[in-house]
């Protein structure tokens, strides 16, 4: 066989995949070769030299250093081989603490294990340690403790860490003082450690050791957090979340997680979390029994029809759910105004890519990403908003790929990048537009691709090649020839893959943005092959799910269009189709202009997340009946006349989608505390109490099956085949094994081509009085309004107050100083908060995330909308900064 190597080991015959190490060979088959620094999946070390084996010369090599090659024989065991193992190991042991029956690892300790393994006794175990004076554990992480003295040197920790990108810890001293450390020797926690909890898994000792209980059992689910979709096994320990590790043969994250991910799952227990319906009584809340609670909502929901009617679905929740409120809106309500958060988030890629290329999703796989040639981030901060996404980019960084980063800020990936573009707040339309015209004036471009797959091309050219570039570089404010460079990278260098999110979609320009993008992949035929592609990393963990089951205004389940599928809609649910309705940001000025009078909340936190404060609170003050149903009493339900209680991700079953289209399933681990219900239940109760009977399903499994029916790229999926693993759609097909990259053969328009369209752009400046673009984003250690994560004390060791950045020289000229705090106001508002000063952001740009309610960003942004999406310019607000006279 092609592709594989056949040798032997103490005569036996293994066979191997070509590139295996002996060691890797050896364990894939079964055969057990002692081993302390091996790790699968980072490079060998060669370090502990336990895994010894002799070859056919009789040389000793390490197994985990020594290519398989076809016909090479191996000794493994051996009574030489062994004494010098035995040797080895006891001078590892002699440098580690003694107290093997106070460690935490005891019992899970692979040097324990190989004591046992190569009859290194008790005593003589005894006898080798030294009493080590002092104890020598840093205590600054509050989710994982390093103990030095346990530490046996294999490295794995600093090959892990590396891998992902982080390089928090290396070796340090030399000789017999030789430890891990980090920069400086500081604490882990002022070092550049992101708490990933990588190396403390991965530790082979009690060097490294999770402050975490032991679950008593364990679920295999996934993160509730980010759109990468991480597979967890979430461990349980009587009716608690105690712990988190990553699913090591799932597809999406190979055992690999965040912080959030692994640490920040504890929010489940908290005793703040909604456990009972609650209904407002002369402003207070007042705790209700369910059947109080939905007579009352199915009562008031009665008064509306129509337009006076509008509810927001939820990226948090379900498929399930979300259909399920999507179907309750359109055909129980009789409205079309059913949006959710996607709104603020990729409804321009979602308008831009099915433009042009007929469908708004990710086009491949985040595992392809390991094997591209080229990587273009545009707008995305990966190493923070996407973790695991970006140990990908990073591997493939380590192994071939170049990368491209166009970002106003400095971020870790433009650390480590080939070229940085650093451009000027919504100028990417200019700065990709001239990437294509230097592609085509040096001949890049891909004329096969385009005279077979493409239309339009020609008017496309003709704009590009009149772009005047000498106002390209006055727009983004960056050297044409850097574009030019970046431009060449990404054309050389195929297959090439785009990887994009909120700073391209968050512009009154977003579709635009996105159509940019969408040229440049069909310019050089980076699209419909493997690793190459267009990719918006989705943000929330089921957004792509929620968008997909039509909580969407202008589109159906499974991006099925009003006018073609409503007859079919109409039929399964025997109720008429309303017509297209309003997106998020229309319902509440709709709300406000008193057209809407009623709206049902579902997972969202808009008094924060929502553009301009002030008017969202208007907004939802003004409704006549408020409904709120989420996992705790947030902003936006304190406002609400009834609160429903839901059970969160951990609580439930059902299915999450994630960026790469793969649908995976979520099980239930434990029970939701109080009277919380699963939110599909809710739906279902209050649908049922309004005389429907078809509401009344038995399990979430069961809609899925309606889904299905009606959704044909979801149609070969179900609840038992996701049992054995997650599928991308589309999946037309019980046979069908899903879909790892879009566009093979054809785009799903009505010729077959993708179109090249040109970009709308209008060069937007800044005000006298507001000099100064305020870009709002997010961190690693907060998750939007921190509904979530301000339930995880330990997060604020990292994070517990906002900041707004700012470049040294704007601080300067304003005499403003670290720490300082100052007063930021926009058009709509001002706020206080501290102020950071460092050159991660340009001059004239000022950066805040919308994490912390005491300094809520959102307070300051608003204004037009990107006319294709309705997206607001999140990304792009002038402001004033002024330093705050403290008395
Ligand atoms: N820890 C954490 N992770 C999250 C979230 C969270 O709240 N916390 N939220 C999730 C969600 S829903 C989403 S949508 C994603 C968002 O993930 P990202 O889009 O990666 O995050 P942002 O911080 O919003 O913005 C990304 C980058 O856009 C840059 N940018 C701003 N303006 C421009 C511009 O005009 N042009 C270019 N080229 N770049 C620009 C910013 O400097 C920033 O580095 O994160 C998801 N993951
Ligand atoms: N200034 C500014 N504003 C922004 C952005 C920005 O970059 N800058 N980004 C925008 C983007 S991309 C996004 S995605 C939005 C996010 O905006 P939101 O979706 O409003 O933000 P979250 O805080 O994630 O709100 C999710 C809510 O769901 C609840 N929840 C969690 N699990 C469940 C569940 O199982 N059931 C129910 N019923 N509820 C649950 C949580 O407690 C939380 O209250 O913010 C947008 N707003
Ligand atoms: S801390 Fe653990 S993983 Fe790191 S070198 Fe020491 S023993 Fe190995
Ligand atoms: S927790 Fe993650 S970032 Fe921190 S040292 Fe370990 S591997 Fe590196
Ligand atoms: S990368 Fe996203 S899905 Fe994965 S563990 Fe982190 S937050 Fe969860
Ligand atoms: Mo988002």
């Given at each position: 066989m092609k592709g594989t190597v056949k040798f032997r080991i103490d005569g036996r015959e293994v066979e191997a995949a070509r590139g295996m190490t002996v060691l890797e060979a050896a364990l894939a088959n079964g055969i057990y070769i002692p081993n302390l620094c091996f790790r699968e999946g980072i490079e060998p070390f060669?370090?502990?030299?336990?895994?010894l084996v002799e070859n056919n010369e009789g040389r000793l090599v390490t197994a985990c250093e020594t290519p398989a090659e076809d016909g090479s024989e191996f000794i493994s065991e051996s009574e030489r081989i062994n004494r010098i193992r035995r040797t080895t190991l006891s001078l590892i042991i002699a440098d580690h603490s003694r107290d093997c029956l106070a460690c935490p690892a005891s019992g899970d300790c692979r040097l324990q294990e190989l004591s046992s393994y190569l009859n290194v006794s008790d005593g003589d175990l005894e006898r080798l340690r030294p009493e080590l004076s002092g104890i020598d554990v840093d205590e600054s992480n509050p989710f994982f403790l390093r103990n030095h003295d346990k530490c046996i040197l294999c490295g794995i920790c600093v090959r892990v860490c590396r891998g992902l990108g982080a390089e928090a810890v290396d070796f340090a001293y030399r000789g017999h003082d030789t430890r891990i450390a980090t920069f400086m020797d500081r604490d882990i926690l002022d070092s550049s450690c992101v708490s990933c909890g990588e190396c403390v898994e991965a530790c082979p000792v009690g060097a490294l050791l999770p402050r975490t209980e032991r679950p008593s059992t364990e679920v295999r689910t996934v993160c509730p957090y980010c759109g990468a979709g991480c597979e967890i096994y979430l461990g349980v320990r009587g009716n608690r979340v105690v712990s988190s590790r990553g699913v090591?043969?799932?597809?999406?994250n190979q055992g690999r997680l965040c912080v959030k991910g692994r640490f920040?799952?504890?929010?489940?227990?908290?005793?703040?979390?909604?456990k009972k319906p609650l209904i407002k009584v002369d402003g207070e809340f007042v705790e209700v029994e369910w059947d109080e609670a939905i007579s009352v909502v199915a009562e008031r929901l009665s008064e509306y029809t129509g337009e006076e009617f509008a509810a927001v679905a939820s990226a948090k929740c379900t498929n399930e759910e979300n259909y399920l409120l999507q179907k309750f809106t359109r055909a129980?309500?009789?409205?079309?105004n059913i949006d959710h958060c996607a709104r603020l988030c990729h409804a321009p890629s979602l308008t831009g890519l099915r433009m042009s290329l007929g469908s708004g999703a990710m086009t491949n796989s985040i595992s392809e990403l390991g094997a591209a040639g080229c990587i273009l981030a545009v707008g995305t901060n990966p190493t923070e908003t996407h973790p695991v996404t970006s140990y990908r980019v990073i591997r493939a960084l380590r192994s071939r790929a170049r990368l491209v980063v166009v970002d106003p800020r400095k971020t870790r990936l433009s650390e480590l990048a080939d070229i940085h573009l650093q451009n000027r707040p919504g100028s990417d339309i200019p700065l990709l537009m001239a990437m294509c015209r230097f592609i085509l004036e040096e001949g890049l471009h891909d004329s096969e691709f385009i005279d077979s797959r493409t239309e339009k091309f020609e008017d496309f050219r003709d704009a590009v090649m009149a772009l005047d570039l000498d106002e390209v570089e006055r727009i983004t404010g960056v050297n044409v020839k850097d574009i030019r460079r970046a431009a060449i990278m990404y054309a050389s260098n195929s297959p090439a893959s785009i990887i994009y999110s909120m700073g391209i979609t968050q512009h009154v320009n977003g579709t635009g943005n996105v159509l940019a993008l969408s040229n440049l992949a069909l310019l050089t035929g980076n699209i419909g092959i493997k690793s190459a592609g267009i990719n918006p990393?989705?943000?929330?963990?089921n957004v792509q799910g929620a968008c997909d089951m039509g909580a969407l205004p202008d589109l159906l389940p499974g991006y099925q269009g009003i006018g073609e599928a409503a007859g079919k809609f109409s039929e399964k649910w025997g109720s008429p189709i309303p017509p297209a309705g309003l997106t998020l940001p229309e319902m509440f000025d709709a709300a406000r202009d008193g057209k809407i009078r009623c709206m049902y909340i579902m997972g969202e936190n808009p008094l924060l997340s929502e553009p301009d404060i002030e008017r969202t609170r208007e907004a939802l003050e003004g409704l006549e009946f408020l409904v709120v149903q989420d996992i705790f009493l947030t902003e936006t339900a304190e406002l609400a006349d009834v609160v429903l209680p839901a059970a969160s991700f951990a609580e439930k079953d059902g299915t999450f989608t994630n960026t790469e289209r793969r649908v995976q399933l979520l099980r239930k681990a434990l029970d939701a505390p109080g009277d919380a219900l699963p939110d599909w239940q809710i739906i279902s109760m209050i649908a049922g109490r309004m005389g429907r009977e078809d509401f009344d399903y038995e399990s979430a499994s069961r809609i899925f099956d309606e889904i299905r029916e009606l959704v044909p790229s979801y149609a070969g999926i179900s609840h038992e085949r996701l049992k054995s693993g997650g599928i991308q759609w589309p999946c037309t097909s019980e046979e069908d094994a899903g879909t790892g990259y879009l566009h093979s053969e054809e785009f799903p328009t009505p010729t077959g081509r993708a179109s090249f369209l040109l970009p709308d752009y209008q060069f937007r400046g800044v005000p006298e009085e507001y000099p100064l673009v305020l870009v709002t984003g997010r961190n690693l250690y907060q998750y939007h309004t921190r509904s979530m994560t301000a339930r995880v004390e330990e997060l604020e060791s990292f994070s517990d107050h906002e900041e707004l950045l700012m470049n040294p020289a704007d601080a300067s000229s304003m005499g403003i100083r670290e720490g300082d705090t100052v007063e930021v106001t926009s058009e709509r508002g001002s706020l206080r908060v501290r102020a950071g000063v460092t050159d991660e952001v340009m001059e004239g740009v000022v950066f805040m995330t919308f994490h912390f309610a005491d300094a809520p960003a959102n307070v300051l942004t608003g204004g037009d909308?990107?006319?294709?999406?309705?997206?607001?310019?999140?990304?792009f607000t002038p402001v004033r900064v002024c330093r705050v006279q403290l008395r």
């Open positions: 060669g370090g502990c030299r336990l895994c090591p043969d799932s597809p999406v920040a799952l504890k929010f489940v227990n908290s005793p703040e979390r909604l129980v309500m009789g409205s079309g990393l989705r943000g929330q963990n909308r990107d006319p294709f999406s309705g997206m607001p310019g999140l990304k």
